[in-house]
């Protein structure tokens, strides 16, 4: 949920982006031949009609570590591979960030493994450890199946976990992707927002992100761990524009999880959600949700 101190403050220079070519994999399926595990739909009804099929999910991954602390890059990929999704959105990811992940670029060999396109979001890019090595990053990623026309790095209202006085203030890391799918630029965006008890920072970052989102037009999707649950009020806002893909079911924490802090959300009237659902997995501290969409055009 949260992301472990660092001793060292963070330049001010942080906004980039990283887009990794990788292999481009065949067309996913329709989505007619997707089916949750049980084989059933999530909380949320199927819509008809006709569009362009698309299986997204969200998924912390914990800085490539599973519920009993240990890094397997190995065991995540395999989770991710079963989850057959053509989007997916990633939070707490590490590139050279430290021992805890090896020090590895674990968005750019996710994307390999899966064949999948990549665009890394860093919230956090602080000068290397050694004089010509790579940055230490951290943020969030999106692996995507289909060709990414675009990718930028906003910036939302954060209060640094690496500033040991930190105050409310603009950052990146919230990252944003047009995917072309058949024909169709789809906006797809990944957020990791605060974790702290005091929502102050979370209705700053919903705002943010409304605004942000409002300057796009077409379909749009939101991927990320909130660190609220569905009925908090500071998330009641976006509402007003999105769709939460309810998979009715939690996913935190990822053994017998109480709370759903993770969503999938989607553009009304632009996007039905035909199904959702939670996988079982301890991979990670926290589950992923998958949802199974109709784009419209």
Do not use: C
């Not at 999106?142 to 040991?164: F, G, K, Y």
């Not at 995917?179 to 919903?206: E, F, M, N, S």
Request: hydrophobic share 40%; no cysteine.
């Amino acid at each position: 949920m949260s992301l472990r101190r660092r001793s060292f403050r963070v330049p001010q220079l942080l906004l980039a982006a990283s887009l990794l070519g990788a292999l481009l994999a065949p067309p996913a399926a329709a989505a007619s031949a997707h089916r949750s595990p049980s084989g059933e739909p999530g909380g949320t009804g199927g819509t008809g009609g006709r569009g362009l099929p698309l299986r997204v999910a969200t998924y912390n991954i914990h800085a490539g570590a599973g519920l009993d602390g240990v890094f397997d890059l190995d065991r995540q990929t395999n989770e991710l591979r079963l989850l057959d999704a053509d989007v997916i959105g990633l939070q707490e990811v590490d590139r050279h960030w430290g021992s805890r992940s090896e020090w590895r670029d674990l968005a750019g060999e996710l994307a390999r493994r899966l064949r999948m396109h990549v665009s890394f979001a860093p919230i956090y890019s602080l000068d290397p450890a050694e004089p010509g090595g790579p940055r230490a990053e951290y943020g969030v990623a999106v692996l995507s199946r289909h060709r990414t026309v675009s990718a930028e790095n906003h910036e939302i209202t954060r209060l640094s976990t690496q500033d040991p006085n930190p105050a409310p203030a603009p950052a990146p890391g919230f990252g944003e992707v047009v995917v072309r799918v058949r024909g169709l630029p789809v906006h797809v965006y990944v957020t990791h927002l605060d974790y702290r008890p005091d929502p102050a920072v979370r209705v700053a970052q919903v705002a943010d992100t409304r605004r942000i989102m409002a300057e796009d037009r077409g379909p749009q999707i939101l991927l990320g761990d909130f660190n609220a649950e569905p009925a908090a009020p500071e998330l009641t806002p976006l509402w007003g524009e999105l769709t939460d893909a309810d998979p009715g079911a939690p996913t935190f924490p990822a053994l017998d999880p109480v709370k759903r802090i993770d969503f999938v959300a989607v553009s009304k009237n632009r996007i039905g959600v035909r199904r959702a659902w939670v996988p079982e997995s301890v991979a990670s501290d926290h589950r992923a949700v998958v949802a199974d969409l109709l784009l419209r055009k």
